[in-house]
């Protein structure tokens, strides 16, 4: 008997094993078994048994891992179709599910139609919903909910102590199978929810994978549904519930390009109803996703811009610690750094952080209690002291439990114009996030009041944003339409990295069908990040699978540089 075997390595195979005469009555598919590989002893997964190799000379199985099979033949159906999706080994796939199954029960396949509902909600009313979620199943039942990230679950965990339900983040989507009457994911646009290790994925596109193998029911539960989502919703194949977001004020928006000639950061309407808001003894959030004090340092002689020595980012100077940092890592340098060009400590900063803004709203309310949250942070802290609160996006962990009378956008443009396909959809969301924490709504600050985004929001039109998006996502092939596949190089050196990007460029676009479109290779957004330089290859097709067993096979056939890492990631 031959075994086929798998590991966790991005290496293909499968690789034939001989079964000793002694493991045979005991050995099945899906079992871990120990093998010599290379020079060591390693664990692979056995994936086919069969009489005869097309190899002569066998290594045999040294032992079996375990008494049972650790997957079935479902578990092994998902593997195949997680790893053609996600481009990586059958082995690696097989290796995620295993690291991130906590509950060793046999998978099982529920004889059952999944059902896939889309339930809106504003987020103070998510946990009602679960409630009636819940409600709905009758007699025992088993319920996973998903949560963003692990403070948002001990939350939620608190407020539903009484129900039989388990919580947990994005890998736990692989505990999800036939045991499980309905998965409940709370906001699945959340950004939280995209592995950015490989294999790279999606937890929504897993999770809906793996409800068609196993048929148990998916209810997504959120105020601004991915782009992708809604496109199923509209399209009818998901139940789409109400749309709970008319019931929020329309955002107010204040054109900046009327008060020119008025310092600072804080427009006079935004100040006006800051005011009003202290003194009726109410609170109020202003949103400026922009760390430190400043974004930006030149010297004043020579022009060099300070930045990272591990990455070709631009220093932050944070005021309050008195030193500048990397915003990409965990670089930082005192803020007496001398020029390293000129030697001198003739710095200018500029551009705007919360720092600034705090510094600001100090001169203007000077009796106001004025706290800032930069980051998420790593216990739960309370929020509940203060006038005004200046904070990044990370605010967003206390929606459902924090309340104010206003909230206003300092910087939305720059939410707008990032290097990102959904960065429009990206600061929708955050706006709805936001204003369902507002009671009497929220102001954005904007020089560009006409953009769709804005003008949905202002009109208090939800479906207008998402009409436009497919509109514009169809037009220039983006998904749900097409599909872009992007294969990062990264490497210590910048020649041999981007010459290695080349040559497979160049490989691709020789051999890539008529409706395949790829980008030349170009250095990332951060050229050098973690003393890696960068450079990325897109890929454009209709399907992912195909796209990607072709750019798998055209990687295969050029040999490989043992220090740049290659990954792919699927509509980044």
């Known amino acids: 008997m031959i075994a086929q075997i798998v590991f966790d390595l991005p290496l293909d195979g499968p690789f034939d094993y001989s079964v000793p005469e002694h493991l045979i009555p005991s050995i099945v598919m899906g079992m871990r078994v120990k093998v010599s590989f290379g020079p060591k002893a390693k664990i692979g997964f056995i994936i086919g048994l069969i009489e005869k190799s097309a190899f002569t000379?066998?290594?045999?199985?040294?032992?079996?891992?375990?008494?049972?099979?650790?997957?079935?033949?479902?578990?092994?159906?998902?593997?195949?179709?997680?790893?053609?999706?996600?481009?990586?080994?059958?082995?690696?796939?097989?290796?995620?599910?295993?690291?991130?199954?906590?509950?060793?029960?046999?998978?099982?396949?529920?004889?059952?139609?999944?059902?896939?509902?889309?339930?809106?909600?504003?987020?103070?009313?998510?946990?009602?919903?679960?409630?009636?979620?819940?409600?709905?199943?009758?007699?025992?039942?088993?319920?996973?909910?998903?949560?963003?990230?692990?403070?948002?679950?001990e939350t939620l965990s608190q407020q539903l102590h009484a129900l039989p339900i388990k919580i947990g983040t994005r890998s736990s989507v692989f505990e999800c199978d036939g045991q499980h009457d309905c998965v409940i994911m709370i906001d699945e646009e959340d950004f939280s929810y995209k592995q950015e290790q490989m294999p790279m994925y999606d937890t929504t596109q897993v999770l809906m994978s793996r409800s068609k193998i196993y048929g148990f029911d998916i209810a997504f539960v959120g105020i601004s549904p991915s782009v992708e989502l809604m496109a199923l919703g509209l399209s009818g194949k998901i139940i789409l519930g109400d749309d709970p977001t008319v019931s929020l004020s329309p955002a107010r928006l204040v054109d900046l390009s009327n008060y020119k000639f008025v310092p600072g950061m804080i427009s006079p309407p935004v100040r006006d109803a800051l005011e009003v808001a202290l003194i009726a003894d109410k609170k109020s959030i202003l949103v400026l996703n922009r760390r430190g004090s400043y974004r930006l340092t030149r010297c004043v002689d020579c022009a060099e811009i300070l930045k990272c020595a591990h990455c070709d980012s631009p220093l932050i100077y944070s005021r309050s610690e008195g030193k500048f940092?990397?915003?990409?890592?965990?670089?930082?340098?005192?803020?007496?750094?001398?020029?390293?060009?000129?030697?001198?400590?003739?710095?200018?900063?500029?551009?705007?952080?919360?720092?600034?803004?705090?510094?600001?709203?100090?001169?203007?309310?000077?009796?106001?209690?004025?706290?800032?949250?930069?980051?998420?942070?790593?216990?739960?802290?309370?929020?509940?002291?203060?006038?005004?609160?200046?904070?990044?996006?990370?605010?967003?962990?206390?929606?459902?439990?924090?309340?104010?009378?206003?909230?206003?956008?300092?910087?939305?443009?720059?939410?707008?114009?990032?290097?990102?396909?959904?960065?429009?959809?990206?600061?929708?969301?955050?706006?709805?996030?936001?204003?369902?924490?507002?009671?009497e709504g929220v102001f954005i600050q904007t020089r560009n009041s006409n953009h769709y985004v804005l003008q949905s929001l202002s009109r208090g039109k939800?479906?207008?944003?998402?009409?436009?998006?497919?509109?514009?996502?169809?037009?220039?092939?983006?998904?749900?339409?097409?599909?872009?596949?992007?294969?990062?190089?990264?490497?210590?050196?910048?020649?041999?990295?981007?010459?290695?990007?080349?040559?497979?460029?160049?490989?691709?676009?020789?051999?890539?069908?008529?409706?395949?479109?790829?980008?030349?290779?170009?250095?990332?957004?951060?050229?050098?990040?973690?003393?890696?330089?960068?450079?990325?290859?897109?890929?454009?097709?209709?399907?992912?699978?195909?796209?990607?067993?072709?750019?798998?096979?055209?990687?295969?056939?050029?040999?490989?540089?043992?220090?740049?890492?290659?990954?792919?990631?699927?509509?980044?």
């Open 325 to 439: 940092l990397c915003r990409h890592c965990t670089y930082t340098a005192p803020g007496d750094t001398v020029c390293p060009k000129c030697h001198k400590p003739s710095w200018r900063s500029q551009g705007v952080g919360v720092e600034q803004l705090q510094t600001e709203l100090k001169k203007h309310f000077p009796q106001a209690k004025i706290v800032s949250f930069e980051r998420a942070a790593k216990e739960k802290q309370s929020l509940s002291d203060f006038d005004i609160l200046i904070s990044t996006q990370a605010v967003l962990r206390f929606q459902g439990m924090l309340n104010v009378h206003l909230a206003a956008f300092i910087d939305f443009d720059a939410e707008l114009n990032r290097l990102d396909m959904r960065s429009a959809f990206n600061a929708f969301s955050l706006a709805l996030h936001i204003s369902s924490m507002a009671i």
């Open 462 to 572: 939800t479906q207008m944003f998402y009409d436009e998006e497919l509109k514009l996502r169809k037009e220039f092939g983006f998904a749900p339409f097409k599909h872009w596949v992007k294969i990062n190089w990264r490497g210590k050196s910048e020649k041999s990295t981007q010459e290695f990007a080349q040559q497979v460029y160049n490989v691709l676009s020789q051999s890539a069908p008529d409706n395949y479109t790829i980008t030349p290779p170009l250095a990332d957004a951060v050229g050098r990040k973690r003393e890696q330089f960068r450079f990325n290859v897109m890929v454009q097709a209709n399907h992912v699978a195909p796209t990607m067993a072709f750019i798998k096979s055209t990687l295969a056939k050029i040999k490989r540089r043992s220090r740049v890492i290659v990954t792919l990631k699927v509509d980044p």
């Open 57 to 153: 000379q066998l290594k045999p199985i040294q032992s079996l891992c375990d008494a049972s099979a650790v997957f079935n033949g479902l578990d092994l159906h998902f593997a195949r179709d997680f790893c053609a999706y996600y481009g990586c080994s059958l082995g690696e796939a097989l290796g995620t599910m295993l690291r991130n199954k906590t509950d060793q029960n046999p998978s099982i396949h529920r004889n059952h139609e999944p059902q896939l509902t889309l339930y809106r909600c504003l987020p103070g009313s998510y946990t009602a919903k679960i409630q009636e979620i819940i409600d709905g199943y009758q007699g025992p039942s088993r319920f996973l909910i998903l949560v963003p990230d692990a403070f948002r679950g």
